[in-house]
């Protein structure tokens, strides 16, 4: 799934959640008929690849006949899906790690396949939701990035074993869905919630059960069954990316398309 295309380096997603950096031959766009490259952010390729050993060797994977096995079809007519769209991409490319190959135990390292399923999941939805149905649709017309962002944030955090923790108060040991009419609080440091009146400290918060019952949600349905309707914006994505930024060490100015989101 490239990122980005300089002439013919393109940096991808592969199917195994690795990096891989290629030098594409012959991305079959331009020309006279001014034909869009099948080498696009967001779309899903398949390649050749011409020599494995040499490329394991240079880190280069040298590739030719690329072909968009799934392309985007709406996403480039609506500026903040495409704005959407490089954001996630900018995300993963902070967070997945380079890929290596070892010819000795072959290619089947799954570790980091989350990656690679959050975000093909992620552009799907996208897309979708700015089809020409759904934009008529008036009950869905207005295109919500920062939706499509607490969802996509919270299924990698799943993927990257992040999730707070939801089962219990982290300093009481209550359950917290026994008391679904007190306040509760996500505490970044610690990785879960405290139910009010039990938190470590004194700091003033706003109750993030909102925050709280969406996650419980996103564990539980898969990406393309979720509402988008039950997901955060607002103060409560603020809270949410905060959470993430913590514990991932990223910062908001690490991605330069954040604030064409939010």
Known sequence: MPFQERHLLSKVLLRNGQ???????GGKGGGRHQ?????????LCRWEVTNLKKSSESG??????PTAVWRHNHI???????A??????EIILKLAPVYEFHPEMGDHNLDHVGHFRVLSNALFLIDQSVSPEKMENKLEKTFLPSKHLALFLAKLMQELGLYPLLEKCLF??????????????????QGGFAIEGHQSDDRNFYNHRAIYNFLCKVRTTRYQDFSLEDSLEGDDLKVLLDYFFYHTHL????????SLVL
């Open 84 to 89: 959407l769209t490089c954001l996630f991409s």
């Open 19 to 25: 990096l891989g950096e290629l030098l594409v031959y």
């Open 35 to 43: 034909k869009g490259s099948e080498v696009e952010i967001g779309h």
């Open 172 to 189: 009481s040991e209550l359950k917290i869905a026994d008391h679904a009419e007190e306040n509760i609080y996500l505490m970044q440091e």
């Open 76 to 82: 480039r007519n609506q500026f903040r899906a495409y």
């Open 60 to 65: 280069l994977i040298g590739v030719k006949n």
């Open 251 to 258: 910062k908001s100015f690490d991605l330069k398309s954040l």
